[in-house]
């Protein structure tokens, strides 16, 4: 069956034309903190496995209550294995079928990576990326996330439009993980909790914090 996934097309990160920067009654208003199910199948790093996040950041001023357009806004991932997608790259297309089961790690490792362990594009659907949230494939142009040389996006600056809104989209890929040993029924279980990611934002006069916090599937 096919539904829906992202293509991010290429857009720069760093200073944005048009941005301005923020008057002293600016505030941010960062999203709430999130959370998702999470698995020790899904954390491997640019295993094409994630899930994939929407995020708005709300500028505005203090002193009249209403939004501020075009205010610089600098977003920082502060650790690694979350990736940050900027909306306006962001555009939806039908995905090809893939050949394995997406949740399948080994599966899909063994079909896009040759002999030598290097990741191939072929079969088309092994530049996609598996959403364990939606259960449906993202394609996110190699500009944000490439498999082959593991550039991952952890920094960007973009502005907020006329209602004083910065959208984003946070790609989930990996989070630090602990396993604890257990025992049941003579056999040992490894048990993994995995730590939470925050996400940073400033406007130079005000500034904020959410987390994206992963939660044991029970594996």
Not at 60 to 88: C, F, K, Q, R
Not at 173 to 193: L, M, P, Q
Request: net charge negative; glycine share 10%.
């Amino acid at each position: 069956m096919r539904t829906t996934a992202i293509i991010a097309a290429l857009f720069s990160l760093g200073c944005v034309e048009g941005a301005i920067p923020a008057p002293e009654d600016a505030r941010l208003e960062m999203p709430g903190d999130m959370s998702l199910i999470w698995n020790i199948d899904y954390n491997g790093a640019h295993d094409n496995i994630g899930s994939v996040l929407m995020a708005d950041i709300f500028v505005y001023d203090s002193e009249e209550d209403l939004p501020l357009e075009h205010i610089e806004v600098e977003v920082v991932v502060n650790g690694g294995g979350i990736y940050v997608i900027p909306a306006e790259a962001v555009q939806l297309v039908g995905y090809p079928e893939a050949s394995v089961d997406p949740t399948d790690s080994d599966a899909i490792r063994d079909a896009c990576t040759d002999d030598e362990g290097n990741f191939k594009s072929d079969p088309e659907w092994c530049a996609w990326y598996w959403d364990t949230e939606s259960g449906q494939y993202y394609q996110i142009g190699g500009q944000y996330i490439s498999t082959g040389n593991n550039y991952s996006p952890n920094y960007f600056v973009g502005r907020t439009d006329n209602r004083g809104i910065l959208n984003l989209y946070l790609y989930a890929d990996w989070f630090g993980a602990s396993g604890e040993e257990s025992v049941d029924d003579e056999e040992v279980e490894i048990k993994y909790s995995f730590s939470s990611t925050d996400i940073s934002g400033s406007i130079g006069v005000d500034s904020g914090t959410f987390t994206v916090s992963p939660t044991n599937a029970g594996q």
